[in-house]
């Protein structure tokens, strides 16, 4: 089975505080996705990458980056941490394939409060 | 911008009975679609995807409906189940491309 781990379930910051979040795959994924849940908003996209090194904003980049120097590994970092990054913080991977994305695997979240 | 919405934000169904959870998208160009299930405390799974060159796909007790012409997808759930209740998300991307859009989600909750 494909596991996609998120290295912290809870955190909580304060503001200004920089902030990383972990994800690694074990299955070899090409691409690595970053989505930010917030109720009645769904999922939206902030970052993702189709290769190593390689990044593309989503919808919502604005106060992250990311970071990808490992095929397994994906980074999502917080320069400076405001009250309206609080959310919950999901990390997914797919095998990308010539069609799409193909299926998308999930980590369990990491919920991040902005004090 | 283009978007992946749904109709109805709650859906209450009786436990057996079959459940359509709706989706409206507004990107013309999108080619694959998929449905996720998220339950409690969980990342959201995978059920069944859907290219734009199919109307139907059938899978375990599910079915996904497309109809391009209205930009129109939907969820069949026969015999619903206890189990079956969570947050439902459609999802599209386009062109081969890898970015993946997902709609404000359905909760399912099953009346036992």
């Known amino acids: 089975d494909v596991k996609v781990t998120q290295s912290s379930r809870y955190l909580v910051k304060r503001t200004g505080e920089k902030v990383f979040l972990e994800c690694v795959q074990d299955?070899?994924?090409?691409?690595m996705f970053w989505y930010r849940q917030d109720p009645g908003l769904g999922l939206r996209l902030i970052y993702f990458?189709?290769?190593?090194?390689?990044?593309e904003k989503g919808d919502i980049p604005e106060g992250y980056s990311v970071s990808r120097e490992k095929k397994e590994r994906f980074s999502l970092i917080l320069e400076s941490a405001s009250t309206n990054q609080t959310s919950m913080y999901l990390c997914?991977?797919?095998?990308?394939?010539?069609?799409?994305?193909?299926?998308?695997?999930f980590g369990e979240g990491s919920r991040l409060t902005v004090l | 911008g283009e978007s992946v919405g749904l109709h109805l934000p709650t859906l209450s169904v009786q436990e057996g009975d079959n459940s359509i959870i709706n989706c409206a998208y507004s990107?013309?160009?999108?080619?694959?679609f998929i449905w996720y299930k998220q339950e409690s405390g969980k990342g959201p799974q995978f059920i069944i995807d859907?290219?734009?060159?199919?109307d139907k796909r059938q899978g375990q007790r599910v079915t996904v409906l497309l109809n391009k012409t209205v930009k129109h997808l939907s969820l069949q759930i026969a015999a619903t189940q206890p189990g079956d209740s969570a947050v439902y998300f459609c999802?599209?991307?386009?062109?081969?491309?890898?970015?993946?859009?997902f709609g404000t989600g359905t909760k399912l909750q099953v009346i036992p």
């Open positions: 997914a991977s797919s095998l990308g394939l010539a069609g799409g994305p193909g299926e998308l695997f």
């Open positions: 299955m070899d994924h090409e691409n």
């Open positions: 990458s189709y290769d190593v090194k390689m990044k």
């Open positions: 990107n013309s160009a999108s080619d694959y």
């Open positions: 859907i290219r734009s060159n199919m």
């Open positions: 999802a599209d991307s386009s062109g081969g491309y890898q970015k993946v859009t």
